[in-house]
């Protein structure tokens, strides 16, 4: 029986399984890995089959999912290739900055590709995933991809110029860095770490559910909130003076610089 076979058993592949099978995601989910306790803990916790000969795996896919780190996209395309079994019609890539260029004809001409960059938030159903498809993709596939992440969370579909830029801001790391970040702040402000934590994620996580929720224009809220004269709004203009806006902007600045080297490994 044909299944999603995914080549990498890593955090990623962890995050989708579970998010599939927490959304109701029935159908056989076939990861390939070398590592067997990685194996073992995906089949204890999504219910997945293992595969550790790779030629069965590959026989197996109705669509390929490359997830492994960007270094070692070209030595799994390269055994796919040698292994003596056609890949499936359909392939997706889930290694950051590799751009469908270098992915083209390397599994046969008949192979299309697509590049997805899936949110590791997914694992709860919350996901983001952006997608981009190579020429000659079809409508039904392209639709075939959006519904499988849509599982998963919100799926957008990107242009894939856009995809060095979209990796480095959509991140989760960015939410987790500024929760410790402000809660750090708040400790040595004097609040206890449990008191500082929850005030933290309240002002992000609460926030920002808000402003997703109401259908409010950021800046419409952000002038609700900053009022002038007001501990937030000394806050901010404080943060700002700072290098706050400066400091986020070359964060995203090397995370683009990152995906393109990795697209010239």
């Given at each position: 029986?044909?299944?999603?076979?995914?080549?990498?058993?890593?955090?990623?592949?962890?995050?989708l399984?579970?998010?599939?099978?927490?959304?109701?995601?029935?159908a056989?989910?076939?990861?390939?890995?070398?590592?067997?306790?990685?194996?073992?803990?995906?089949?204890?916790?999504?219910?997945?089959e293992?595969?550790?000969?790779?030629?069965?795996?590959?026989?197996?896919?109705?669509?390929?999912?490359?997830?492994?780190?960007?270094?070692?996209?070209?030595?799994?395309?390269?055994?796919?290739?040698?292994?003596?079994?056609?890949?499936?019609?359909?392939?997706?890539?889930?290694?950051?900055?590799?751009?469908?260029?270098?992915?083209?004809?390397?599994?046969?001409?008949?192979?299309?590709?697509?590049?997805?960059?899936?949110?590791?938030?997914?694992?709860?159903?919350?996901?983001?995933?952006?997608?981009?498809?190579?020429r000659?993709?079809?409508?039904?596939e392209?639709?075939?991809?959006?519904?499988?992440f849509?599982?998963?969370?919100?799926?957008?579909?990107?242009?894939?110029?856009?995809?060095?830029?979209?990796?480095?801001?959509?991140?989760?790391?960015?939410?987790?860095?500024?929760?410790?970040?402000?809660?750090?702040?708040?400790?040595?402000?004097?609040?206890?770490?449990?008191?500082?934590?929850?005030?933290?994620?309240h002002?992000?996580?609460?926030?920002?559910?808000?402003?997703?929720?109401?259908?409010?224009?950021l800046?419409?809220?952000?002038?609700?909130?900053?009022?002038?004269?007001?501990?937030?709004?000394?806050?901010?203009?404080?943060?700002?003076?700072?290098?706050?806006?400066?400091?986020?902007?070359?964060?995203?600045?090397?995370?683009?610089?990152?995906?393109?080297?990795?697209?010239?490994?």
């Amino acid at each position: 029986m044909k299944a999603i076979v995914f080549l990498g058993g890593g955090r990623i592949t962890g995050a989708l399984a579970a998010g599939l099978r927490l959304g109701g995601y029935d159908a056989e989910i076939v990861v390939y890995d070398r590592n067997a306790e990685k194996l073992r803990g995906l089949r204890l916790e999504s219910r997945v089959e293992v595969a550790r000969d790779l030629k069965p795996a590959v026989a197996r896919a109705r669509m390929l999912i490359v997830a492994v780190r960007p270094e070692s996209v070209g030595g799994i395309l390269d055994e796919v290739a040698e292994c003596g079994v056609a890949a499936p019609k359909l392939c997706v890539s889930l290694a950051a900055g590799i751009p469908l260029r270098r992915l083209h004809g390397r599994l046969g001409a008949g192979v299309r590709w697509v590049r997805a960059m899936p949110s590791p938030v997914c694992r709860v159903g919350r996901g983001l995933t952006a997608v981009s498809y190579e020429r000659g993709v079809t409508r039904a596939e392209r639709g075939r991809v959006r519904e499988f992440f849509e599982r998963v969370g919100t799926v957008l579909e990107i242009p894939e110029s856009q995809f060095d830029a979209y990796t480095a801001v959509y991140s989760s790391s960015h939410g987790y860095h500024a929760l410790e970040t402000l809660a750090n702040a708040g400790q040595k402000a004097g609040l206890d770490r449990g008191t500082a934590l929850a005030a933290a994620a309240h002002a992000l996580s609460d926030g920002i559910a808000y402003w997703r929720e109401s259908g409010q224009e950021l800046a419409e809220l952000l002038r609700e909130a900053v009022t002038p004269g007001g501990i937030a709004a000394a806050s901010m203009s404080a943060a700002n003076k700072s290098g706050y806006a400066r400091a986020v902007r070359n964060g995203v600045r090397a995370g683009i610089k990152q995906a393109r080297r990795n697209a010239r490994r």
